[in-house]
């Protein structure tokens, strides 16, 4: 993530599209500023935690099987 974000930001066309992104999607295009620190405080208990919750919510699942055609 570090790596991909560096190098997005290496000219000025990457950095006015991330400006713009966060002042489009967050209002507040200063999080540029700290993006790599949000991604750093990413721990591997905090993602397993993370998924944990979202994978134990009930969602409701529906699957339907097509019939197989019968081989002559």
């Not at 000219?11 to 209002?27: F, H, P, V």
């Not at 790599?36 to 919750?53: A, F, I, M, N, P």
């Amino acid at each position: 993530m570090e790596n991909d974000f560096v190098s997005a930001n290496n000219n000025m066309a990457g950095i006015a599209e991330k400006l713009a992104q966060y002042e489009m999607y967050y209002g507040d295009a200063t999080l540029i500023n700290t993006e790599l620190e949000r991604y750093r405080k990413v721990t591997r208990e905090s993602l397993s935690s993370g998924c944990q919750q979202v994978l134990q919510q009930k969602c409701p699942v529906e699957q339907h099987w097509m019939p197989q055609p019968a081989k002559p």
